[in-house]
Structure formats: structure tokens, C-alpha cells
T-cell receptor, first 111, second 114 residues
Framework: GDSVTQMEGPVTLSEEAFLTINCTYT??????LFWYVQYPGEGLQLLLK?????DKGSNKGFEATYRKETTSFHLEKGSVQVSDSAVYFC??????????FGSGTRLQVQP | SAVISQKPSRDICQRGTSLTIQCQVD?????MFWYRQQPGQSLTLIAT?????????ESGFVIDKFPISRPNLTFSTLTVSNMSPEDSSIYLC???????????FGPGTRLTVT
């Protein structure tokens, strides 16, 4: 079945450090890929998406590129801020519209 | 996008009782989804609710435990029946209003069963 694997957390970084959160997937066909973010005490928000191979999704300084050859969708940001501290979820949709989520990665950014 | 509200936002319930969670969307949508997020865990899909048809449940979830109603294109309810402490979770509804596949989530209902 479909699955998403994310790197274990928590990830602890200093402000302005470079961020990478790894995400790989297993799916039949060509899924759409998403990153969602859950800030402390808040609901789940869509951060970015990519719907086909080599697409790059971007938002709020975050980027992720859909790599079909490595079945990956790693999340990156060049310079993190304290306000980026949250849990990040990678997810996929194979067309049935329901999402399959990874386990989530907690990011802690220290000033 | 879509604006989704859920009621209640949180509740503490006794074992053996039932709780109905409401989900209201500000626009008409065909598909609505119910997810569960157990403490410290990721989201797991419970069921897909389409207006005018029976909900489709994922493996491990049954209608007797999680009955769902979908009376119109903007509203759905999820009931957690005969609750036990293992049902303590955040329950979220979501919708896909457009063709891009992205889902928008409600704020969640935090349920604690004692």
C-alpha cells in the first residue's frame, strides 16, 4: 500500500540555520505530494504541494522538489526562524483524494 | 480554500458514552474526510464521507464505532460510540474544495476519555 517515511525528530536548529527534512514515499502511479505544518496549539495547514515529477513547491521560504527517480520530496529552508518551530508532515494523494501522512517531524528552532 | 469549523473544540467524556462531533464548511464540497490523530502520532484516515451515499471506512474502523452522517454538501458529523480511553485523540475533518488535491483541515476536536 501507499506509505510515507519521514526522518525522525525532533530536529533542533539554531536560528538562521539551513533546514532539511527528508521525506520518501511508496505509491502506485504518480501521486501528488504535500507538506503540512502544525504550529503549537493550532490546526494543520497546507505549506506547499507538487503534483508531478520535477515540480517544485514553495511557500514562506520553504521549498520541496518532487523527485520521481528517488521517490522523495524533501523539505528545505535556507534560514529558519524561531517562528518556524512546529511539526511538519509529508503526505501523498494517489488520486482518491484521501491523504496518507508520514509520522511527522518536530522542528525546534532556538534563538 | 475553505474555512472549516468543528464543534466541540474539546471535551472530556466518561468511558462507555458517545460523543458527536460536528464539521461545518463555508462552501459546498463533495468529499469530506475524518481523521484521527492520537497523542504524539500522525494522522490516520477514519472514513470518507460523500453526500448522498454511505461513508467509506478504512481498515480498522467500523460504522458501529464511528457512525458518520453527511446530510448536505456543507455539513457532516462523526460519532465516537461506546468510548474507551484508547479513543482519546484529536479528531479532524477535512475537505478538498478544488481540483488541485490539496485538503483543508478543521481545527480539530480534542477528546479525552476517562
Amino acid at each position: 500500500g501507499d506509505s510515507v517515511t519521514q526522518m525522525e525528530g525532533p530536529v533542533t536548529l539554531s536560528e538562521e540555520a539551513f533546514l532539511t527534512i527528508n521525506c520518501t514515499y511508496t505509491a502506485t502511479g504518480y501521486p501528488s505530494l504535500f507538506w503540512y505544518v502544525q504550529y503549537p496549539g493550532e490546526g494543520l495547514q497546507l505549506l506547499l504541494k507538487a503534483t508531478k515529477a520535477d515540480d517544485k513547491g514553495s511557500n514562506k521560504g520553504f521549498e520541496a522538489t518532487y523527485r520521481k527517480e528517488t521517490t522523495s520530496f524533501h523539505l528545505e529552508k535556507g534560514s529558519v526562524q524561531v517562528s518556524d518551530s512546529a511539526v511538519y508532515f509529508c503526505a501523498l494523494d494517489t488520486g482518491r483524494r484521501a491523504l496518507t501522512f508520514g509520522s511527522g517531524t518536530r522542528l525546534q528552532v532556538q534563538p | 480554500s475553505a474555512v472549516i469549523s468543528q464543534k466541540p473544540s474539546r471535551d472530556i467524556c466518561q468511558r462507555g458514552t458517545s460523543l458527536t462531533i460536528q464539521c461545518q464548511v463555508d462552501s459546498q464540497v463533495t468529499m469530506m474526510f475524518w481523521y484521527r490523530q492520537q497523542p504524539g502520532q500522525s494522522l490516520t484516515l477514519i472514513a470518507t464521507a460523500n453526500q448522498g451515499s454511505e461513508a467509506t471506512y478504512e481498515s480498522g474502523f467500523v460504522i458501529d464505532k464511528f457512525p458518520i452522517s453527511r446530510p448536505n454538501l456543507t455539513f457532516s458529523t462523526l460519532t465516537v460510540s461506546n468510548m474507551s480511553p484508547e479513543d482519546s485523540s484529536i479528531y479532524l475533518c477535512s475537505v478538498t474544495p478544488g481540483q488541485g488535491g490539496e485538503q483543508y483541515f478543521g481545527p480539530g476536536t480534542r477528546l479525552t476519555v476517562t
